[in-house]
Structure formats: C-alpha cells, structure tokens
C-alpha cells in the first residue's frame, strides 16, 4: 500500500504536481484577496469584517495542519515508514505559521468589535494551546539527535496533542465564550450572506493550496537534505 | 469607491495590519521554503560531484 511512498516516487510526484498546486494557490489567493477588499462593509461590523477573510481561513489551516500532522505521525508510528514522520515534521513550522497568524488577525478583530484584543475565554485559551504544541512538537524534533527516536518521540506528542482539536471546534458550544459560535457549517446552511462567503471560501482554498504547495517543497527539501546526510555517512564511513 | 476601498472607514488601522501581517507572513513563509530547498538541492548536487566531503 505504501509503495507509492518511497522517496524516490515522492520526488517523481511531487515534482510533477507541485506547480499545478502552486498555480491553483496564487490563483485563488489574487482572486479571493480581490473579492476580500471590494466586498461591502457589513452592516453591522462595517470594515472590519474584512478581517474575516484572513482571519478564519487561517484559524482553520492550523487546524488541518495538526490534523495532517497528527494523522502522518500515527502512519508513521505503526507503519515505521520515514516518509510519514517528514511529512509530520514538516507540517509543523507550517501550522505554526498559520496558528499565529489566526492569533494576531483575530486579536486585531477582537479590539474593535469586543473591545479588548485578548480574552482568556474556551475558544482563544484552547487555540493559544495549539500554537504551544506546536512549538512543543518542534522542539521535541530539535532535541533528539537521533531521527528515528525524534520521530517516535514527536508522534506521540502529535498524537496526544489531537485531543485539542475537537476542544477547539466545539468550544463555542461547550463553554459560554466570547467568541462567536460557528457560523458557516451549519445544519441549517451558512449564517453569512453569499457576498461574504464567496471571498471566505476562496481564501480557504488559497490558503489550503498554499499550505499543500509549501509541504511538498518541505517534504522534498528535507528528503534532500537527508540523502546528503547519508553520502556524507558512507565518505566517513 | 478607491477612496472607500483604502479608508477601509474606522477600522482602518486594524483591517489594514490584519492584511499586511497576514502577507508578509506568507511571503516569508514562501521565501524561506525555496531558499531552504535551493540550498539542499545545491548541496546534494555538489556531495554528488564529490567536490565537499
């Protein structure tokens, strides 16, 4: 089942979809950024709703990002297969990247419209967590000299981590928060008018390509970087 | 309608720092990944000659 998985196949695929994915990304992203600043004000939060379009498409990458991450490291716990444990480690600074990003666009949306750019309500305190596991998760990576114990060692840290994620998705119907409840992934359809969702959704797809684009060039430069670990091993050797 | 577009009306001053460190971010994200890749790639390809031991 993992054949396809072996470095070298990688590399061959990889390299013949990254710029398809790259295209998709930039094309999304010019036209979502567009649609982003020419939506009309809301009536209600004016301009700032602007926000929103990189704010929430942010916050859900760093989700998915964990989840990728979280999802390789069990492949690569039971498979033992080293292409799952780079597409972990590689994830990593990637979802941090995104994680803060939500952080700051969404404090810089919280101040005017809640008043204070910080609150240490279920929803903002259990994706503060997410941003230290990240960090956790990199450190643990930087600690461990040895790859195949790093690896082991990082997955369970993913793994025990995921638990965070379903905290965070239902926060906002668990505690009383301050953030608002979901809005968009609703039984009953979107509380968000189509002018709104169009530009959200077309970030979210700029975003989500962007993050698989930026992987796969990780994934390959690390899978270099260890073949020139290995020629260096055999001249010592 | 430009002048609306750029105002962003009172929330200026947090719309337009949400957008710029959003970008910047992302462009250094995008910049550091090819930098990273170019100088494995460069590196693995010298290794290869033999030229570094």
Redesign the interface.
Known sequence: MFGWANPKRFMELSGAVLPWVAGAAGLFLIVGLYLS??AP?DYQQ???V??MF??VP?AWISMMAYGWMALASAIGLINRHPLADVAAKEAAP?GT?FT??AL??GS??G??MWGTYWVWDARLTSFLLLLFLYFGYMALWNAIEDETRAARAAAILALVGAVNLPIIEFSVDWWSTLHQGESIVRVNGPLIAPVFLWPLFLMAAGYTT?FFA?LL??M???I??R??RT??LQ?DG | MAEA?FE?????A??W???G??LV??AC??AF??R??RR??K??AS??DGRI?
């Open positions: 600043v020419t004000p004016g301009d700032s602007r926000i990189v704010h942010a990637l990247l803060a990003l700051i666009t810089l949306w101040r005017p962007l930026l060039v990780r390959r430069t690390e270099l970087a073949r020139s020629l260096i001249a | 577009l962003m009306g009172r929330y200026a947090f719309v720092p949400a957008y460190i959003t971010g992302i994200a995008i990944t090819l990273a890749y494995a790639k590196r693995l290794l290869e031991r």
